[in-house]
């Protein structure tokens, strides 16, 4: 019991202390309603680890006989522990817990043949005019800075939120603009595992993505889905012992490009409705009696493209129907893959970037998909190593100016060395082949290499 004691007086002196560091404010009422805040967290954690005492003496075996003294589980010694390390913690500028990470990320990286976008690669450039153009680029754009915030509980319901950054807006290489990643908010009740999601984060199809340092993670190669502005609601279901159904479904903004020379509106909003993307998926034991994620997915949106100044317009669909699969081999190998199929796939990085033919008014089909593996052999050392596709109907790009990509493929394998917890050094080889109609294909070969801190 002594060391029990020890930890009820760190929890009270901790508490006691960052209320004493309480700074002051020219507004005492919201000064005394965060204090009181602060105080009612306190008393909650307080008669947690009381009720958890509360069985640490069992009744006597015979009337006389001392009490016998049980020790505390591992779970109920680590739960003592946190209570006592978030007594410790003052947000910075907030009442509620504030968690700030992200990571520096440089990356260097030499093609054999010049590439869109170059410090990312999308697609290689047709050789007719620059064959064997090698280039080198290097960037510091893919650091990212977030923040996690978890609201205090009421009752059964749990807050939280975040908000990301990277910076791959644009401007010139060293003065490079913040763009938003992720900003939603989060509520969710556990108890009915059941969520709602208000914001902008990551589509609901295709939720997988290949490990690869290249910052495309093969989008326009075969892996389709991107984040947009959203209101999400997923439900859980427990089927039987370790076999989980998940339901997710979304309103999401449907994000096109400009609708026409006359009237340059977007072609998702000017459609009036927005765009819908639901998600099954299955988790139960199957390899090495491992969980198997099995999902389906699929979404249908809504574009609209001006095309006269009187207000003449065509309309156009966007779909997907797609399969998603995770599956861990053991305790070093994971394999995870999808697959999908559909028409006007742009704003969802399919298509090879094509969506929509206005030439000849029709959508751009395309079917592709990806498949990846993870090893780590050992804690210190990860690899990767996958292949993309993704394959756009080539009766449906006649007529339009300009190149028309027929196909688009991606062969990767990447090493991860972690210098510490924090620090990682890798090293990315990946050869890729994008073929056009009307002129010569493109091959390239990247060598990427990048230096990454996480904090």
């Not at 893919?142 to 319901?157: F, K, S």
């Not at 100016?401 to 990315?428: A, H, L, M, W």
Request: proline share 4%; net charge negative.
């Amino acid at each position: 019991m002594r060391s029990v004691s020890i930890l009820l007086g760190a929890v009270l002196i901790t508490a006691l202390a960052g209320v004493c560091r309480a700074e002051k404010t020219d507004e005492p009422a919201k000064e005394n309603a965060e204090l009181r805040q602060r105080v009612e967290k306190l008393e909650k954690e307080l008669a947690e680890i009381k009720q958890m005492l509360s069985g640490q003496a069992e009744a006597p075996k015979a009337k006389g006989e001392p009490a016998e003294a049980r020790e505390l589980t591992e779970r109920e010694i680590e739960r003592i522990a946190a209570l006592v390390q978030s007594g410790e913690k003052k947000p910075v500028t907030s009442s509620l817990d504030v968690e700030v990470y992200g990571r520096l990320k440089l990356d260097a990286a030499y093609d054999t043949s010049r590439t869109n976008a170059g410090n990312y690669l999308k697609w290689v450039s047709p050789e007719g005019t620059n064959e064997n153009d090698d280039e080198f680029n290097m960037t510091a754009n893919e650091t990212r800075l977030g923040v996690r915030i978890r609201g205090p509980e009421d009752g059964e319901l749990r807050t939280s939120g975040r908000v990301e950054v990277d910076f791959f807006e644009g401007g010139s290489e060293n003065k490079s603009r913040l763009m938003m990643r992720h900003a939603y908010m989060n509520l969710d009740w556990p108890e009915e595992r059941f969520s709602i999601i208000a914001g902008q984060t990551s589509d609901v199809i295709s939720p997988l993505v290949p490990y690869t340092l290249n910052y495309s993670v093969a989008w326009w190669a075969g892996n389709i889905g991107y984040r947009r502005p959203q209101i999400r609601l997923t439900k859980s279901y427990a089927l039987a012992n370790d076999v989980d159904l998940k339901l997710e479904g979304a309103l999401a903004r449907t994000i096109g490009i400009s609708s026409g020379s006359f009237v340059l509106r977007d072609a998702g909003e000017d459609a009036g409705i927005p765009g819908f993307q639901g998600r099954a998926s299955l988790q139960f034991p199957c390899v090495n009696n491992k969980p198997m994620t099995l999902g389906f997915s699929g979404h249908w949106a809504k574009e609209e493209y001006d095309t006269t100044a009187s207000g003449g317009s065509d309309k156009y669909d966007s779909w997907s129907l797609n399969l998603d699969v995770l599956q861990p081999i053991n305790e070093w190998l994971t394999v995870k893959g999808e697959l999908f199929t559909g028409e006007n796939l742009s704003a969802y990085l399919g298509g090879v970037g094509q969506g929509v033919n206005t030439t000849r008014g029709n959508e751009i089909g395309s079917t592709g998909g990806w498949v990846a593996a993870s090893l780590t052999p050992c804690p210190k050392w990860n690899f990767n190593l996958g292949v993309s596709i993704d394959d756009p109907k080539d009766g449906d790009l006649t007529g339009i100016t300009g190149d028309k990509r027929e196909y688009n493929r991606s062969i990767f394998g990447n090493v991860i060395y972690s210098v510490d917890k924090n620090t990682q050094v890798g090293f990315e080889l990946s050869q890729w082949h994008t073929e056009y109609d009307g002129d010569d294909d493109g091959d390239a070969l990247r060598a990427q290499a990048s230096f990454i801190y996480n904090f």
